[in-house]
C-alpha cells in the first residue's frame, strides 16, 4: 500500500493545495497563520484549519519549531497531506503531539492519490483512512519492530537513562521508520538551530528538556541566537525579548553544548572532515557540510538536532548511505562571461528551484574558480529553493566525479540568472541598510569586504559573525577598518534572527549580498531587498543607491 499515516489522529477541513514546497521558516508567520513568503504561490492565505496538501516541503530546518508554535497558537493547518519524504514539519507535529498534546495528523500518498486530494475541496483524516470527495483511501503504519536497535539503544528507549533520553530516542525511532531506516548510525558532533527566539515554542521545547535532565553526550555546537548575548543591554534590546533570548540560549549551554552562536559551524576549528558521520541542523550548513566538506548530516530539523546531540545516535538513511548522496539531475550552466561574486548565489537558488527534490550536478562551470565562501553562498542560497541537503558542481566540489553523470539534463541560461536578478531586486534604488553575513561571514569576506571600503558609510552597515571569527579580526586589524568605516560588526546574531532594534528601524529598503536573506528578508522584515555583489553592496553603503543589473547579465 503506498498511503501511510506518519502521524495518526482526526481532523478535516478544506484542501489548500500547491505544487510548490514551502518554507515554514521564512515562509509562515506562526502568530496568524498567513504565508509570508513573497515568492511562493500561497503568499497571502492562511495555513490555518486547512488540510495542507503539497508534494513537501523545502528551506529550513527551522520549520519545525514554525509549525510547534502554530501548533501551540492554535494556527496550525489540520493536517498534512505530502507525496514525498517530509521530515521538518512533520518533526515539529510530532513534538506538538507528544510532549505537548496537540495533535496535527501527517499523511504521505502515492502520486495518483495526491493528485486528487490536489484537485478535492475538503479532507478527513482519521488514524486509519483519508477521505476526499467521499472516497476513503485506507492509510498503513509503519512497524516498529522493522528497525535494529543496540543494547544501549533499547536501554534509553525503556527509560532505563531517564525520562528526556527516552523522549530523545522515541522521536528518533519514530523519525526512522518514517525515513525508511532500518537501524541506527554513530554521529561523532551535532550542531544545534533550534536556539533563535523564533517563536515561544523554542523556549518551551528547550526548558522543558533542560527541567527533564537533558545532556548531550556528543560535542555539541549552537547556531546564531536572538540577540547579542553579552552587549544586548546597551543595544537597546527590550528586556521582554533580550531575557527570554538568553534563556534559550542558556537552556542549551545548561545541557552542555557549546556557546559558539553561529550559523556557520563549518567555519569552527572542530569542522568535520570527509566520512564523518554528524548530526547538524540549520539547512545551508548541512548543505555546506555534505558538499564542500564531504561529511555526512541528513537535514535534520530542529528539536531532532537535541535529540542526536543526546543520544550520539540518527536514523540511518538519506546521505549517510553513499548511494543516496548521487545526483539524480544535471544542470548545465552557459557561465556569462566576466561574471562577479553574484554569480554563486543566484546559482544556488536557481539550481533549488529546477531541482527541488532531488540532488543536482551542476556542470559548465569548470573553467570558474569559486573559493570557499562562494561555494558557502551558493550552498545557502540553495537551502532556500530546494529540499535537498546537498549538491554537486563538477570541478569543484569533492564527491563530483564520483557517480554517474544524470540523463535528466536542464540547460540553465544568460537569460534566467537575469530573471533570478530581477526577482531578487524587487526594491527601489534608494537603500538604507547593507546586510552582511546570511550565513556568519567568515574572516577571508571581512577583509575582502574591508579592501573595498573607502571613506565612510553613508547608510546603516551591518555586518555578522560568529565569535571566532571576530576573534580573528580583532587581532589582525580588520575590525579596525571596519569600524572605521562606519559599519557595525556584531556576533552571535545572524539577519534571519535580527530583530529592531539591532535591525535599523528606519530602513525600509535594504541591499544584500546573500542570496539567502534576499529570498527570507522581505517575509522576515517586511522590507523590500536588493541583491548583488559584494562590490555592488559596497557602493550602495558608500551611496545609498543600489547598482542596476551588471553588464554580465545584460550583454
Not at 527533564?212 to 549552537?222: A, C, D, K, L
Request: net charge negative.
Amino acid at each position: 500500500m503506498s498511503h501511510r499515516s506518519i502521524i495518526a489522529g482526526t481532523a478535516e477541513g478544506p484542501v489548500l493545495a500547491s505544487a510548490e514546497g514551502l518554507s515554514f521558516w521564512g515562509g509562515v508567520d506562526p502568530l496568524s497563520g498567513l504565508v509570508i513568503d513573497a515568492y511562493h504561490p500561497l503568499h497571502g492565505q492562511s495555513l490555518a484549519g486547512k488540510v495542507l496538501v503539497m508534494p513537501t516541503t523545502r528551506g529550513s530546518c527551522s520549520g519545525s519549531g514554525v509549525m510547534l508554535d502554530m501548533a501551540l497558537n492554535g494556527t496550525a493547518p489540520a493536517a498534512f497531506v505530502f507525496r514525498e519524504s517530509e521530515d521538518v514539519v512533520t518533526l515539529g507535529a510530532m513534538i506538538a503531539a507528544k510532549m505537548f498534546d496537540h495533535s496535527v495528523p501527517v499523511v504521505r500518498l502515492g502520486a495518483e492519490a495526491f493528485a486528487q486530494a490536489s484537485a478535492a475541496k475538503a479532507a478527513e483524516v482519521t488514524p486509519e483512512a483519508l477521505i476526499i470527495d467521499g472516497q476513503s483511501l485506507p492509510l498503513a503504519r509503519a512497524k516498529a519492530d522493522a528497525l535494529a536497535l543496540t543494547p544501549d539503544d533499547r536501554a534509553m528507549l525503556n527509560g532505563e537513562t531517564g525520562t528526556a533520553n527516552r523522549i530523545a530516542m522515541e522521536v528518533i525511532c519514530e523519525m526512522a521508520l518514517l525515513q525508511g531506516a532500518t537501524t541506527l548510525v554513530d554521529v561523532t558532533q551535532a550542531h544545534i538551530d533550534g536556539c533563535i527566539l523564533a517563536n515561544t515554542a523554542n523556549l518551551r521545547f528547550a526548558e522543558r528538556m533542560a527541567e527533564m535532565g537533558g545532556q548531550v553526550r556528543i560535542p555539541t555546537s549552537m547556531n546564531a541566537i536572538s540577540v547579542d548575548h553579552g552587549n544586548w543591554r546597551a543595544q537597546g534590546v527590550p528586556p521582554s525579548f533580550g531575557l527570554r533570548a538568553a534563556r534559550l540560549a542558556d537552556a542549551y549551554v545548561n545541557m552542555g553544548a557549546r556557546p559558539t552562536f553561529t550559523c556557520a559551524p563549518y567555519l569552527l576549528a572542530t569542522a568535520p572532515k570527509a566520512g564523518e558521520n554528524i548530526g547538524w541542523s540549520e539547512s545551508n550548513a548541512v548543505i555546506y557540510a555534505n558538499t564542500v566538506l564531504a561529511a555526512r548530516s541528513v537535514k535534520h530539523p530542529d528539536y531532532l538536532d537535541l535529540f542526536i546531540a543526546m543520544t550520539g545516535r540518527a536514523p540511518l538513511s538519506g546521505v549517510y548511505l553513499t548511494a543516496n548522496r548521487a545526483p539524480r539531475r544535471r544542470l548545465h550552466i552557459n557561465a556569462p562571461d566576466g561574471a562577479d561574486d553574484a554569480l554563486w548565489p543566484m546559482l544556488g537558488y536557481i539550481a533549488g528551484q529546477l531541482s527541488p527534490d532531488r540532488i543536482p550536478l551542476l556542470t559548465g562551470l569548470e573553467a570558474l574558480a569559486p573559493g570557499d565562501d562562494d561555494l558557502k553562498a551558493l550552498c545557502a542560497a540553495f537551502g532556500t529553493t530546494s529540499a535537498a541537503p546537498m549538491l554537486h558542481v563538477a570541478g569543484h566540489t569533492p564527491e563530483a566525479e564520483g557517480f554517474p553523470v544524470p540523463d535528466d539534463c536542464v540547460q540553465v541560461s544568460r537569460a534566467e540568472l537575469a530573471h533570478i536578478w530581477a526577482g531578487l531586486n524587487q526594491g527601489p534604488e534608494a537603500v538604507e541598510l547593507v546586510a552582511f553575513g546570511s550565513p556568519h561571514f567568515s574572516a577571508p569576506e571581512c577583509r575582502a569586504l574591508a579592501a573595498l571600503l573607502a571613506g565612510k558609510a553613508a547608510v546603516s552597515t551591518i555586518v555578522t559573525v560568529g565569535q571566532n571569527v571576530l576573534a580573528e579580526i580583532r587581532a589582525d586589524g580588520t575590525l579596525a577598518k571596519l569600524e572605521g568605516f562606519g559599519a557595525q560588526v556584531i556576533p552571535d546574531i545572524c539577519w534571519c534572527s535580527i530583530t529592531e532594534p539591532i535591525f535599523p528601524p528606519a530602513a525600509r529598503n535594504l541591499m544584500t549580498n546573500s542570496g539567502k536573506y534576499a529570498h527570507y528578508a522581505p517575509g522576515l522584515s517586511n522590507r523590500t531587498v536588493r541583491f548583488g555583489s559584494l562590490a555592488d553592496c559596497v557602493t550602495a553603503a558608500q551611496t545609498g543607491r543600489a547598482p542596476n543589473m551588471p553588464g554580465w547579465l545584460t550583454e
